[in-house]
Structures are given as C-alpha cells and as structure tokens.
C-alpha cells in the first residue's frame, strides 16, 4: 500500500451512528464497517483493556476514525483526538518522541513487551495526539477493512 505518513484523523464522539450521519453529510464520506472489541493496551498506569468501538471512512486518505469515548481512557475527551502516522520503527520513534516532550499515553504491545502500535503521544502545547501505527502490522487490516471486511 503506497500511502502518505500521515494517513487517518482519529475523533473521538459520543456515539458512533450519529457522528457518522454528522460527518458523511458534512465531509460526502461512507463508512466501513463498525468495529466492535476489547483491546489490551499498556498505558502509564499499567496494562488496561478497553472496550473500543471505531469506524474509518472509506474516503482517503486521510481516512476519518470515529471513536467512541471511553472513561477513565485515553479516549475520555471527546474532539480532534489525534493524526494517525505510519510508522516502520514505533518503539524508535515513540522514545524520540518522548525525548522530545511528547507523553507516552498508550500502545499496544508486542511478545516481547515493545511498544508495538496504536501508540499515542500527546502534542502539549495543542492537546492532541499524534499516534504511531505499525505499518507492517496494519497496512494489511486497513486493506482487508476497505474491501469490506474486518479490521482485526
């Protein structure tokens, strides 16, 4: 997949089929399937698992990712939540990223305990994201998710 760095918009919203009724009308975009499972993430605090409802636009990219709020998450605060980046060395670029002060919020992690993706770094001075996906990992899901499928 030829796809620029910067590739989604993630929002997080109250719920999903209104957002998604707001925004195809607004910005003359469908939506893939919703997606609906829980996902283990490593945050700060330790490691969580959330219940994550999403749906991209078939549109793109930039491809437009609603989210659903969840409490007590990285996705607590609904809006311009954060611009999702390819990325072919997450752990590398999430410790430059922290180097350069940009908290680590969340990622996923692979076996061996590595930031891995859908790794969030917060943008101080704007409150808001940047988040640093696998491009080895997820390259293949968006694919199979715009031909219709499921993302997982």
């Known amino acids: 997949m030829n796809a620029p760095r910067i590739y989604h918009v993630g929002i997080v919203v109250p719920a999903l089929e209104p957002a998604m009724e707001q925004f195809g009308a607004a910005a ?15 945050t700060p605090a330790g490691t969580r698992t959330f219940d994550q409802s999403f749906v991209l636009s078939i549109e793109g990219p930039p ?7 969840v409490d007590d998450s990285v996705w607590e605060k609904t809006g311009l ?27 996923l992690l ?15 001075d704007v409150d808001i994201r940047v988040e640093l996906v696998s491009r080895a990992a997820s390259a293949p899901r968006l694919e199979r998710y715009l031909a219709g499928g499921d993302y997982r």
């Open 28 to 42: 003359g975009v469908t939506w893939g399937r919703v997606q609906h499972f829980p996902v283990e993430f490593a």
């Open 110 to 124: 692979d076996g061996a305990g590595r930031r891995a993706g859908g790794c969030y770094h917060l943008l101080p």
């Open 81 to 107: 939540h954060h611009l999702g980046m390819w990325s072919d060395d997450v752990p590398g670029e999430s410790a430059a990223l922290e180097e350069r002060g940009c908290a680590w919020q969340a990622a």
């Open 63 to 69: 491809y437009i990712e609603l989210l659903v709020r």
